[in-house]
């Protein structure tokens, strides 16, 4: 039974506040609504935050991996090593070129790409590695370059999660060759719908900024402000990926509070963990040495050898007592169509396969109040207790 006295925990809500509806509104009164001046600025800031010389603002994270894959020349039959944990979006921009995406199994304890396990996957035909930083924690990245320098392999970065994340002194945003961001309406920022494409390569950011917007070229690409003109030339079949003025005007607020939200999301992180370890049926997130999380997830495993419930019936009781939890992620290789594709089984990646019956996602975001960080640690120390074998 619902507690109907409680109000629904949702999984996430936004942080949404006056100052992004003030911005917004001025946009919707300025008379410009798409891609401006607003944009520009939230590219130059965001370059700013994370560090890195070219930040191309796009409606979506996937756009943004679609836009770097095809800026670094992958063709067709071509291979791109990925973990199989990660979301759709990681695998399918592959698929886009007709090429293959090759999945990688995960570490138990991070979630994150096993870097052991990449070499035995590259091939002639590999031309790109897409590590996850799963959760909003950093991948090994030193193996992982060190392996695209040794087999002249491109890094495109999968960071959705990963705003702020450091890997050892530099932000995620300057660490591979292009680094794709998501601000959809869960993610640590949001713009609603949008994403952007970091990198330092002057080819790879103007290409990107040229296939976002029809392949028109970079100058014509000025009409859409004071300077520009009537005239453009289509250098490339492009794309529609660019981002609004509405989007960058509430990116422009919420990068401003990034630094706050993420405060208050490792604060609930370091809350859940404390008193959650002291429940051995649970394993809490580890947090590598080398870097920082972003807790954009807080995914707890649960031993559930040692309980009389699984997983989804443990979702299912935080449910019945009014919290929103969620599992990231269902592995690629579980599919239906990377399993008809590409021919994918279970057994393949063993590690995903099974931590998948252990992960749920708890909600963690800048607006839960204590009392409610509290409930859902109160809701699972008595769902465990319930349910020990
Ligand atoms: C790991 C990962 N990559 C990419 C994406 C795609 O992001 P977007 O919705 O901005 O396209 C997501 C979205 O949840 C994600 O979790």
């Known amino acids: 039974m619902v507690d109907m006295n409680r109000k629904y925990l949702a999984f996430h809500r936004p942080s949404i506040g006056e100052e992004e509806i003030k911005e917004v509104v001025e946009v ?12 520009k600025q939230f590219e130059d800031k965001f370059s700013e935050y994370v560090g890195s010389k070219h930040s191309v603002a796009v409606n979506s994270c996937t756009s943004a991996l679609h836009l770097a894959l095809n800026a670094i020349g992958l063709q067709e039959n071509d291979e791109v090593i990925l973990p199989t944990m990660t979301f759709a979006a990681t695998g399918e921009v592959v698929t886009y070129f007709n090429a293959k995406p090759v999945l990688v199994d995960c570490e138990e304890d991070t979630l994150l790409i096993d870097p052991s396990k990449i070499e035995e996957k590259i091939s002639k035909r590999t031309k790109a590695i897409i590590p996850v930083h799963y959760g909003g924690h950093a991948c090994d990245m030193d193996k992982i370059l060190e392996i695209a320098r040794n087999y002249d392999l491109k890094v495109i970065e999968d960071a959705a999660h990963s705003l702020p994340t450091k890997y050892k002194a530099k932000m995620i945003g300057t660490v591979g060759n ?5 601000f959809y309406a869960t993610k ?16 790879f950011a103007e290409n990107m900024r040229i ?17 520009g ?15 609004t003025d509405i989007a960058a005007a509430l990116g422009l607020i919420q990068l401003k509070k990034c630094d706050e939200f993420y405060q208050r999301r490792a604060s609930i992180a370091c809350k859940y963990s404390e008193t959650l370890r002291n429940l051995p049926e649970i394993k809490t997130p580890v947090v590598r040495a080398y870097g920082t999380h972003a807790w954009h997830l807080y995914a707890i495993q649960l031993n559930t050898d040692v309980l009389k419930i699984n997983r989804s019936q443990f979702i299912e009781e935080m449910k019945k007592n009014g919290i929103g939890c969620s599992v990231h992620f269902i592995p690629l290789h579980l599919h239906p169509f990377y399993v008809k594709a590409f021919g994918f089984k279970p057994e393949d990646f063993p590690v995903s396969t ?6 749920v996602s708890l909600p963690i975001y800048p607006k839960m109040t204590d009392e409610e960080v509290e409930y859902v640690m109160q809701t699972i120390d008595k769902i465990i207790k319930n349910n020990r074998n």
Request: charged share 25%; proline share 0%; hydrophobic share 30%.
């Open 178 to 182: 292009v680094t794709c961001f998501s």
């Open 28 to 39: 919707l009164r300025s008379g410009w609504l798409t891609t401006g001046s607003k944009t």
């Open 229 to 243: 003109s009537w005239y453009y030339e289509v250098i490339e079949a492009g794309y529609k990926y660019n981002m």
């Open 354 to 359: 099974q931590v998948y019956e252990r992960v």
């Open 211 to 227: 296939m976002s917007l029809h392949g028109i070229s970079k100058d014509a690409w000025k009409r859409y402000f004071t300077e």
């Open 188 to 203: 640590t920022i949001t713009t609603g719908e949008g994403g952007m494409a970091c990198t330092d390569d002057d080819e």
